[in-house]
Each structure stands twice: as structure tokens, then as C-alpha cells.
């Protein structure tokens, strides 16, 4: 499943991209359904909190890319 859901959202299912798609959805739930423990742990790990920024930003660009592309 996370391997189609990876190619559908990104265009590419490798395991690096996989692993991003995994903790990206994984922590787009949590933010979503427990905003306070998203909260609690942003202001605990700020170094991993930029890292997770990092992976939101690779993930949308990718995303963005891949819906272009499909759409020409």
C-alpha cells in the first residue's frame, strides 16, 4: 500500500522516498487528529522539527512535479 500510495502522491515508490512518505503521513496524522502532541513535541525537538519541515516541503514539491507532469 505505501509503495502505490508513494508512486500515486510522488510519481516514484524507491525506498528513500517511501521512508519521507511514511513519516510525512505519519506526522501530517498526528498533527491533524493531536495538534497538541504535534505541539508538545515541535517545542521538544525543535533540530527534528526542521528536519520534518524539510521532508513537508521535499514532499509537496515532488507532489507538485509529479501533477504537472501527469497533466501534460
Keep these: 500500500m505505501l509503495e502505490k500510495y508513494s508512486e ?8 528513500e ?3 519521507k ?6 506526522y501530517s496524522h498526528i498533527a491533524k487528529s493531536m495538534p ?3 505541539k508538545h513535541w515541535n517545542g ?3 533540530d527534528a522539527k526542521e528536519e520534518m519541515m524539510q521532508i513537508i516541503n521535499e514532499i ?3 507532489n507538485e ?8
Design 8 to 15: 500515486l502522491l510522488v510519481g516514484e515508490s524507491i525506498d
Design 17 to 19: 522516498t517511501k521512508e
Design 21 to 26: 512518505v511514511k513519516v510525512w503521513a505519519l
Design 36 to 38: 497538541a502532541l504535534a
Design 44 to 46: 521538544l525537538y525543535p
Design 60 to 62: 509537496k514539491v515532488m
Design 65 to 72: 512535479q509529479h501533477r504537472s507532469s501527469s497533466q501534460n
